[in-house]
Nanobody, 124 residues
Framework: QVRLVESGGGTVQAGASLTLSCAASGSTTYFSMGWFRQYPGKEREGVASLGSDGSTNYAASVEGRFTVAEDNAKPALSLQMNALKPEDTGVYYC???????????????????WGQGTQVTVSS
């Protein structure tokens, strides 16, 4: 069983940067990994994903501002968020896919292991 724990959330002003980290109790190597966020009252949406081959995919709203990366030494997944906007506010979740060698994917249904989330609040 994989356990994912997110950290690094907080409250920042617009334009600031934050780095989220996802610590995994099990392996993440060769699995697809993703970051999702959820606004109050709305569905969870894919933000960034990392495929088993190292490929990445980003939501259009964060392209060029967010960077997803894997730290194989821990293992952990990070999300570097720059130039934050108020609309980036939400609970951010880390997720891992069920199968080895899967492609990157921003769809929630492609993942079956989830962390508890970390709150990010961006004030204007």
């Amino acid at each position: 069983q994989v356990r994912l724990v997110e950290s690094g959330g907080g409250t920042v002003q617009a334009g600031a940067s934050l780095t989220l980290s996802c610590a995994a109790s099990g392996s993440t190597t060769y699995f697809s990994m993703g970051w999702f966020r959820q606004y109050p009252g709305k569905e969870r949406e894919g933000v960034a994903s990392l495929g088993s081959d190292g490929s990445t995919n980003y939501a259009a709203s964060v392209e060029g501002r967010f960077t997803v990366a894997e730290d194989n030494a821990k293992p952990a997944l990070s999300l570097q968020m720059n130039a934050l906007k108020p609309e980036d506010t939400g609970v951010y979740y880390c997720a891992r896919g069920p199968r080895l060698f899967d492609d990157c994917n921003l769809l929630e249904g492609a993942y079956n292991h989830w962390g508890q989330g970390t709150q990010v609040t961006v004030s204007s």
